[in-house]
């Protein structure tokens, strides 16, 4: 190599210099129900961003729409038809929404993200990758926006790095308290019919043993009767139908045993068309 030959490592930047972006709450709230509604094989949720690119090129990100996808350590695969089909549809209610990017839930960008934004990059030019923690760890969501940089030796382009831009996450006051009590209550996964079920039973088991504790103080003249609660308990006990235990035993299990025939149908559905989804995208592919 000659002396005066030189080889450069450069960066190519966006064609906006100064980019930003500012996310909408409803974005952040359909992410997390996005989240705790996804698969129980799934471990995050990635979707499509909409909104609009402003004068100043501020990326104004006003609705957002979950893709189902599929994740391995070797490879990430996304229903194409799916988006484009809401793609359509938004189109049709809001034709000012366009594409300007997507999201993921999680800390940060993976390995999986470069080949997820080689697709955006194809959508839209320049898209803009939203990250949200929706695990809110010690009460405080994590809300990042990237862009993505070439990575180019010479001539020759060697990888993509993702590039944080400032985020405005704006809120009225009735939004903010929204999301404050939203951080304060997250949950990973929303309960089934049988989780559900056991949680309202505990419940109930507590307020029994509450009323039955007050009755016993009541008697016992620890506390001071209340006429009005005496009269309430009366009439929920009154309102209870006479039914012997072999009967009530009965009416529990049978109502037990459909619930678990819908869980058991709506599993083979659910297996079905996660199959139809694999084998639809991986025709794409090919």
């Known amino acids: 190599m000659a002396a005066g030959d030189h080889t450069v490592l450069q960066l190519s930047t966006p064609s906006t210099a100064n980019l930003s972006a500012k996310v909408h709450p409803l974005v952040i709230f ?46 990430v695969a996304l229903d194409i038809e799916y988006h484009h089909n809401m793609v359509v549809s938004h189109q049709k209610v809001n034709p000012k ?17 470069a080949l997820i934004h080689d697709f955006y990059s194809r959508e839209v030019p320049n898209p803009v990758h939203l990250t949200v923690d929706t695990r809110f760890r010690n009460g405080e969501g994590r809300i990042k926006a990237y862009v993505s940089v070439n990575l180019a030796l010479g001539d020759r382009q060697l990888a993509a790095q993702f590039q944080e831009i400032p985020l405005d996450l704006r809120m009225v006051e009735a939004e903010r308290l929204g999301f404050d009590i939203l951080k304060t209550t997250a949950v ?41 609660i005496g009269r309430f308990i009366s009439d929920t006990v009154a309102s209870l139908p006479k039914l012997s235990p072999s009967v009530f035993d009965k009416l529990v299990n049978d109502s ?4 678990l025939l819908l869980l058991y149908l709506s599993s083979i559905t659910r297996t079905q068309l996660g199959l139809a989804e694999k084998l639809n995208t991986a025709a794409q592919i090919l």
């Open 97 to 113: 929404e366009v594409i300007v990017g997507w999201y993921s839930t999680g800390l940060g960008v993976t390995g999986g993200s």
């Open 188 to 228: 990973d996964k929303l309960p089934n019919d049988l989780e559900g079920m056991e949680v309202t039973m505990q419940r109930l088991l507590a307020l029994i043993d509450d009323v039955y504790k007050y009755v016993d103080d009541v008697v016992e003249g620890r506390v001071a009767a209340d006429n009005s």
């Open 256 to 259: 037990l045993q459909d619930q």
């Open 30 to 75: 359909n992410i997390c129900d996005c989240y705790v509604r996804r698969p129980d094989q799934a471990e995050r949720v990635i979707g499509t961003l909409l909104g609009s690119v402003l004068p100043d090129g501020t990326v104004d990100i006003r609705n957002s729409y979950a893709v189902p996808h599929t994740e391995s350590a070797e490879q």
